[in-house]
């Protein structure tokens, strides 16, 4: 009777047996414990997906066969440019998916046919006009134009390191309104409940966008930061 040792029966596993992988490597046979991965996505990411999947089951299910032609024309008309710096047209679904995301997050309404154009106002300034942390105060002026159909859109992000790298990649939504502009925003209490507490010594970070949700269309956005006084 063949007898098989317990280091040859491992030899032989692939796979996850209980709470324990078996795999091969270069090195030979191994066992680890098992751990679930788990997406840690924001509330923010979460409404974006959910944003998407509606917009994509409207596009087959309401949109008429001559609206989605609309879309596939437009979009030939406005290219997009990778990373790359190569210009390509999106698929027409994609484009009505981009701008719906945009209107529905602000808006809370979907566009069914595409806009005349991607019309969106820039902003032409944001300054920090206080950042202390005691007394907790932060305080923002943004400056630009807003249509009628047009949000300004804060964001921050949680670095605060003096001289905070690639900041850009880190930018969370803080807040949004249709107040004209140039206004003053009192945003400690949406940045402490987003972040943490205003700490001496470090830097607040904040950028401004504008976004049109008749177009579907945001802005490039404006930053600035400035140190936290005691």
């Known amino acids: 009777m063949l ?5 040859q029966i491992i030899a032989e596993i692939r796979g996850k047996i209980g709470q324990w992988v078996y795999a091969r490597d270069s090195s030979g046979p191994l ?6 991965h788990r997406t840690m996505s924001s509330a923010a990411q979460d409404a974006r997906r959910l944003i998407f999947k509606a917009a ?10 001559a609206q989605r032609l609309a879309w596939r024309k437009f979009t030939d008309n406005y290219p997009r440019t990778d990373q790359l710096g190569q210009r390509y047209a999106p698929s027409g679904q994609g484009r009505h998916a981009g701008c719906n995301a945009i209107s529905y997050a602000y808006a809370g309404s979907f566009i069914d046919d595409p806009p005349p154009d991607l019309h969106c106002h820039q902003p032409t300034k944001i300054e920090i006009l206080t950042a202390t942390a005691d007394p907790q105060a932060l305080s923002i002026r943004m400056y630009g134009t807003l249509d009628a159909d047009e949000y300004w859109v804060l964001n921050a992000t949680p670095l605060t390191n003096v001289g905070a790298f690639n900041v850009t990649r880190l930018w969370r939504p803080l807040d949004f309104g249709a107040d004209a502009l140039p206004y003053t925003y009192d945003a ?9 507490a205003l700490i001496a010594g470090k830097k607040v970070h904040v950028r401004l966008q504008i976004a049109n949700v ?13 140190l936290i006084s005691a």
Not at 188 to 196: D, L
């Open 56 to 65: 994509a089951k409207r596009w087959n299910a309401n949109l008429t066969d």
């Open 31 to 36: 066992r680890r414990p098992w751990k679930e």
């Open 214 to 226: 008749a177009t579907g269309t945001i802005s490039i956005g404006i930053s600035t930061s400035l």
């Open 188 to 196: 400690i209490t949406a940045y402490t409940a987003k972040f943490s």
């Open 3 to 7: 007898t098989l040792s317990n280091k």
